[in-house]
């Protein structure tokens, strides 16, 4: 078949002009396009969010003394609370200052038995006990506590025991001071102890100022008499100054206690004021209460009377507790007897042991 070259070029031009136009169409109608969907952000870990950028700030420290002049309040002398009276826990116990005694104004001339004197650093009386011999341990009737020969020179020695008030004025003085690992005085049991914290001192619970001191330990005694100017009695000072030459039983001679005579198990629960009982209970050389009312502390240590003479004695060197000398208001009559020894421990601060002291121009 003869296909006529002048038409099919023809036909061929018409298909390409009508190709053409369809494209052109295509180019200038837009075919329907998907709706756009803006693309969300997929969710991004806590620590990947974008965060909004960072604008450039300063770090400021905290504040100081030297970068900022109003934050910090500037310190102002506020006045010190003054403490109220009330009872306060014991203060810290500070180191122990060194103790001047102070000094006894002995008479010049020479004493006799029945002098007295009053000393100034706390207005005890003090009586004075001549010197002598005695047979000391020896109870006539009774048991015998390694009886041996005692010479003694003159001494003096406190009419009473000391008081809460006395003791209350030398803690203010000198504090509450540590020795052997305690103080002083136990201020902790309250129910006990009869010298209470008062503001920023010490004083006497009402109604005790003239009581014997109690809850003492042995140091606390000792420092004590060291700082009236005089010392704890030996025990061959107490029993003499309790029984003198004739070998008395108890203070007073050989008859009964009583409760006129001293306060012992059954006169009372307590122990009552010093120098308040019947002048029939006071020993050969005037002193008071040394029978019952509360033991008292003696110098010595404890330990085996020896068996030969012995002139001013002042017991062992060493050991490891310390005598107690007449009895308390809890003793039985026994414990009352002017011999009769008790040891307690250096530390032992008990409701029941308090103290005298003694001094002598010859030391």
């Known amino acids: ?88 826990s014991e203060p810290t116990p500070t180191e122990t200052p060194t103790r001047v005694p102070a000094v006894i104004p002995f008479p010049d001339n020479p004493s006799e038995l ?39 020179d003159a001494f003096w020695i406190d009419q009473t025991e000391v008081t809460n008030a006395q003791f209350a004025a030398f803690l203010n003085d000198q504090g509450n001071q540590k020795e052997g690992g305690v103080t002083w005085l136990e201020v902790e049991q309250m129910e006990n102890a009869q010298i209470e914290l008062w503001g920023s001192g010490f004083q006497p619970e009402s109604g005790k100022a003239d009581h014997p001191v109690i809850e003492i330990s042995w140091y606390g005694a000792d420092a004590y008499c060291q700082w009236v100017g005089g010392w704890l009695p030996t025990e061959a000072e107490w029993e003499y100054a309790a029984r003198g030459p004739e070998e008395y039983i108890y203070p007073w001679g050989n008859d009964a206690p ?22 029939e209970g006071t020993s050969w050389c005037g002193a008071k209460d040394m029978a019952g009312n509360v033991w008292e502390w003696a110098a010595d240590w404890y330990g085996e009377y020896p068996s030969e003479s012995q002139v001013n004695p002042t017991g062992p060197e060493t050991g490891e507790r310390k005598m107690s000398r007449g009895g308390s208001f809890l003793s039985a009559p026994d414990s009352l007897h002017t011999a009769y020894r008790l040891s307690h421990n250096t530390i032992g601060r008990q409701p029941v042991i308090g103290f005298r002291c003694t001094g002598s121009v010859l030391y």
């Open 258 to 279: 009583t409760c006129e005579r001293a306060q012992f198990g059954g006169c009372g629960d307590y122990s009552v004021p010093v120098g308040s009982l019947s002048d």
């Open 114 to 152: 029945g002098d007295t004197l009053i000393r100034p650093a706390d207005g005890m009386v003090m009586v004075y006990v001549p010197g002598g011999i005695f047979e000391m341990g020896s109870l006539a009737d009774t048991e015998q506590f390694d009886p041996h020969t005692v010479t003694l």
């Open 1 to 88: 078949m003869i296909i006529n070259t002048q038409n099919s070029f023809v036909i061929l031009a018409l298909s390409l002009f009508f190709i053409t136009i369809s494209i052109g169409g295509c180019r200038d109608a837009p075919s329907p396009q998907p709706p756009q969907v803006q693309p969300t952000a997929t969710p991004k870990p806590v620590s990947e969010v974008e965060q909004p950028p960072e604008q450039p700030t300063m770090t400021v420290p905290p504040p100081t003394a030297q970068s900022t002049k109003t934050s910090t309040p500037t310190p102002t002398e506020t006045p010190t609370p003054i403490p109220t009276e009330t009872p306060t």
